[in-house]
């Protein structure tokens, strides 16, 4: 959570600053600021509580100009949504912004006789003014022993008022990555940022400080040695980030799906067959595991269900799914016959990335399927699958999502095939429908405005319910969380067979209800549902495929006919299906719905 930057080189920093903290405002918008080295060599800092364009406002009056600076847009954590608590935060000779947690806080105030000056209620003021009691003239040794003291997670950016065009930043857990051209040398809190200018990039190793200014790049470890960093490149094209003409990331995201879909799985498709050799994740590796497990959190959490239905009905695996934040707490069963794999688009989640750590303490194998490459999660794992979504920019999963399921199919159709159960040629047909997906989402973006008639019966509700079975579940849980997120309606997905165990006293005549019947086996006993909540006067906008009969449509508000594939692929377009749903809700709301209040993209605090 939050997004932070910074900068030197021969670009005026202003503009550059807050360009890239909007590119960077999905990890957090409560509130945004910068300082920069002004021409007369002194730091000066500009902040407000609201979004990046509020503080590109009040700049638009100030004649402050340089080429060394840093930026940070915020999710509070510490204090509430305020100028004051609004970063960068000065203290003493120090200046500085910082994404994370300081646990400790309150000690370190009592400890250093802080209080005095403080001007917010924040942890990372407490951090300024730690680095400030140490600093006696040399940056990176106040760095390394003010870190020492430091519990909890933090990227750091700092400037300090002896060397003001030089910027100085560590970290531990919280992301900083690194990219260095002849443009300038920048810093940030992800690779979409620092790619502006040049494709290579650096993650800064943990604990480790960067120095960087307009000539160099220098990178130190605790005990003050140089070190050689290694360069990566990122894999997406830099101009991939705009709207492409939409008015949100979100639909320009869920239109790529088709895609972005194709292109994670078709590298990885040899004569018919599924294979991850360039991955590097050996048939041992998925033969011999007797139990899988999947950690993640929200959206990544609904990808690992379906992959747990895969499991349990392909290959007849015992699979857990597992909420990554509670892991660790409900002493899960894990020896090294256990694969763990985790799922995260952005790599960063702190909650899965501990979950994995706990994992591999306990002797697992430890697999993650990510989006960005090299994120923290990636570097953790034994063994990466990275999906081939591109950058996702609103803060609502969605071809995040579409891809993980895709690796998840991929997945099981190499361990069937490793492990026997389906034959060569099952396999292959297996994945010959797994490529019709791309096809079956084209279907449904073609008829979306049908699915726009059906969101606006939904925009006065106050609460909605999702009904379904089986598979169906699976894909309502995530369809219910879009609705939440960006619509701000309540919204439940219920397993439609346990409404009558209590909940259905919840359903009157102003209930929408959204029901999803792709599965063949679950149809009519889903149907018999359905009907239950139509007797008591809910009004159902039913999803459901084309070669279903389902009669009586005149008993529905509205029928949305999905393209018929094999039913456990049913999930990708019915999926989509969803997600425009709840975009429409929010769009036709007003909201704006690549930033839903409270939320941020990458959520990097426990
Ligand atoms: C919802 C959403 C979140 C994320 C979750 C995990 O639309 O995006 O629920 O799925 O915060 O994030 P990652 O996948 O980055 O670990």
Same mark, same amino acid.
């Given at each position: 959570?939050?997004?932070?930057?910074?900068?030197?080189?021969?670009?005026?920093?202003?503009?550059?600053?807050?360009?890239?903290?909007?590119?960077?405002?999905?990890?957090?918008?409560?509130?945004?600021?910068?300082?920069?080295?002004?021409?007369?060599?002194?730091?000066?800092?500009?902040?407000?509580?609201?979004?990046?364009?509020?503080?590109?406002?009040?700049?638009?009056?100030?004649?402050?100009?340089?080429?060394?600076?840093?930026?940070?847009?915020?999710?509070?954590?510490?204090?509430?949504?305020?100028?004051?608590?609004?970063?960068?935060?000065?203290?003493?000779?120090?200046?500085?912004?910082?994404?994370?947690?300081?646990?400790?806080?309150?000690?370190?105030?009592?400890?250093?006789?802080?209080?005095?000056?403080?001007?917010?209620?924040?942890?990372?003021?407490?951090?300024?003014?730690?680095?400030?009691?140490?600093?006696?003239?040399?940056?990176?040794?106040?760095?390394?022993?003010?870190?020492?003291?430091?519990?909890?997670?933090?990227?750091?950016?700092?400037?300090?008022?002896?060397?003001?065009?030089?910027?100085?930043?560590?970290?531990?857990?919280?992301?900083?990555?690194?990219?260095?051209?002849?443009?300038?040398?920048?810093?940030?809190?992800?690779?979409?940022?620092?790619?502006?200018?040049?494709?290579?990039?650096?993650?800064?190793?943990?604990?480790?400080?960067?120095?960087?200014?307009?000539?160099?790049?220098?990178?130190?470890?605790?005990?003050?040695?140089?070190?050689?960093?290694?360069?990566?490149?990122?894999?997406?094209?830099?101009?991939?980030?705009?709207?492409?003409?939409?008015?949100?990331?979100?639909?320009?995201?869920?239109?790529?799906?088709?895609?972005?879909?194709?292109?994670?799985?078709?590298?990885?498709?040899?004569?018919?067959?599924?294979?991850?050799?360039?991955?590097?994740?050996?048939?041992?590796?998925?033969?011999?595991?007797?139990?899988?497990?999947?950690?993640?959190?929200?959206?990544?959490?609904?990808?690992?269900?379906?992959?747990?239905?895969? &499991?349990?009905?392909?290959?007849?695996?015992?699979?857990? !799914?597992?909420? $990554? +934040?509670?892991?660790?707490?409900? #002493?899960? *069963? =894990?020896?090294?016959?256990?694969?763990?794999?985790?799922?995260?688009?952005?790599?960063?989640?702190?909650?899965?990335?501990?979950?994995?750590?706990?994992?591999?303490? &306990?002797?697992?194998?430890?697999?993650?399927?990510?989006? !960005?490459?090299? $994120? +923290?999660?990636?570097?953790?794992? #034994?063994? *990466? =699958?990275?999906?081939?979504?591109?950058?996702?920019?609103?803060?609502?999963?969605?071809?995040?999502?579409?891809?993980?399921?895709?690796?998840?199919?991929?997945?099981? &159709?190499?361990?069937?095939?490793?492990?026997?159960?389906?034959?060569?040629?099952?396999?292959?047909?297996?994945?010959?429908?797994?490529?019709?997906?791309?096809?079956?989402?084209?279907?449904?973006?073609?008829?979306?405005?049908?699915?726009?008639?059906?969101?606006?019966?939904?925009?006065?509700?106050?609460?909605?319910?999702?009904?379904?079975?089986?598979?169906?579940?699976?894909?309502?849980?995530?369809?219910?969380?879009?609705?939440?997120?960006?619509?701000?309606?309540?919204?439940?997905?219920?397993?439609?067979?346990?409404?009558?165990?209590?909940?259905?006293?919840?359903?009157?005549?102003?209930?929408?209800?959204?029901?999803?019947?792709?599965?063949?086996?679950?149809?009519?006993?889903?149907?018999?549902?359905?009907?239950?909540?139509?007797?008591?006067?809910?009004?159902?906008?039913?999803?459901?495929?084309?070669?279903?009969?389902?009669?009586?449509?005149?008993?529905?508000?509205?029928?949305?006919?999905?393209?018929?594939?094999?039913?456990?692929?049913?999930?990708?377009?019915?999926?989509?299906?969803?997600?425009?749903?709840?975009?429409?809700?929010?769009?036709?709301?007003?909201?704006?719905?690549?930033?839903?209040?409270?939320?941020?993209?990458?959520?990097?605090?426990?």
């Amino acid at each position: 959570m939050c997004g932070i930057i910074g900068y030197t080189g021969n670009k005026d920093v202003t503009g550059m600053l807050l360009d890239t903290l909007e590119m960077l405002e999905y990890r957090g918008y409560d509130s945004a600021g910068i300082a920069l080295c002004d021409t007369d060599g002194k730091i000066r800092v500009v902040k407000c509580a609201g979004r990046v364009k509020g503080l590109r406002n009040l700049l638009e009056d100030s004649h402050i100009k340089g080429n060394s600076g840093m930026g940070h847009t915020r999710w509070a954590t510490h204090g509430g949504v305020t100028d004051q608590n609004a970063h960068p935060h000065r203290y003493g000779h120090i200046t500085l912004v910082h994404n994370g947690i300081i646990e400790n806080y309150k000690e370190l105030n009592d400890k250093y006789q802080l209080q005095d000056m403080l001007c917010s209620e924040t942890d990372t003021e407490v951090v300024a003014g730690v680095i400030n009691h140490f600093y006696n003239g040399d940056p990176i040794d106040a760095i390394r022993r003010s870190v020492m003291k430091l519990k909890g997670t933090f990227a750091l950016v700092i400037m300090f008022d002896d060397f003001p065009d030089t910027i100085f930043a560590i970290r531990n857990v919280s992301p900083i990555v690194v990219s260095s051209s002849e443009k300038g040398n920048i810093l940030a809190s992800d690779v979409a940022a620092v790619c502006q200018f040049s494709k290579d990039y650096f993650v800064l190793p943990e604990l480790h400080t960067i120095m960087m200014n307009r000539e160099s790049v220098k990178l130190y470890d605790l005990s003050g040695e140089i070190v050689e960093p290694e360069i990566l490149t990122a894999d997406w094209e830099l101009g991939q980030n705009g709207k492409g003409g939409f008015p949100f990331y979100m639909e320009k995201e869920i239109m790529e799906q088709p895609e972005v879909i194709q292109k994670t799985i078709e590298g990885r498709i040899l004569d018919g067959l599924p294979c991850f050799t360039e991955e590097e994740v050996t048939d041992d590796v998925l033969r011999d595991c007797n139990r899988i497990c999947v950690v993640a959190c929200g959206t990544a959490m609904h990808a690992g269900l379906v992959g747990q239905v895969l &499991a349990h009905s392909v290959l007849g695996i015992h699979m857990d !799914v597992e909420l $990554a +934040s509670e892991f660790m707490y409900a #002493d899960p *069963v =894990i020896d090294d016959q256990t694969l763990v794999i985790a799922i995260s688009q952005s790599g960063e989640t702190i909650d899965t990335l501990e979950a994995l750590k706990y994992a591999k303490r &306990a002797g697992a194998i430890t697999l993650s399927i990510i989006n !960005v490459r090299g $994120a +923290s999660i990636a570097r953790e794992s #034994d063994y *990466v =699958i990275y999906t081939y979504a591109g950058p996702e920019v609103a803060v609502a999963s969605t071809k995040a999502y579409t891809t993980q399921l895709a690796v998840l199919y991929l997945l099981t &159709a190499r361990m069937a095939f490793v492990r026997g159960i389906l034959c060569e040629d099952d396999v292959k047909t297996f994945i010959l429908e797994l490529q019709q997906t791309p096809w079956a989402i084209r279907q449904v973006i073609q008829k979306r405005d049908q699915i726009h008639k059906m969101a606006r019966r939904v925009l006065d509700a106050r609460d909605t319910f999702m009904i379904g079975r089986g598979l169906d579940y699976s894909i309502l849980l995530e369809g219910s969380l879009k609705l939440k997120e960006i619509s701000y309606i309540h919204s439940e997905a219920y397993a439609s067979g346990e409404l009558k165990h209590g909940t259905i006293a919840l359903i009157t005549d102003k209930t929408p209800v959204v029901a999803m019947v792709t599965q063949k086996r679950l149809k009519d006993k889903e149907m018999s549902n359905i009907r239950e909540v139509c007797a008591r006067g809910a009004k159902v906008m039913l999803f459901t495929r084309e070669s279903f009969e389902i009669g009586g449509i005149d008993e529905w508000s509205e029928v949305f006919e999905l393209p018929d594939l094999e039913d456990l692929f049913m999930v990708l377009p019915a999926s989509v299906a969803l997600q425009l749903f709840a975009y429409y809700v929010s769009a036709d709301k007003g909201f704006d719905v690549d930033k839903p209040r409270n939320l941020a993209k990458v959520v990097t605090v426990e």
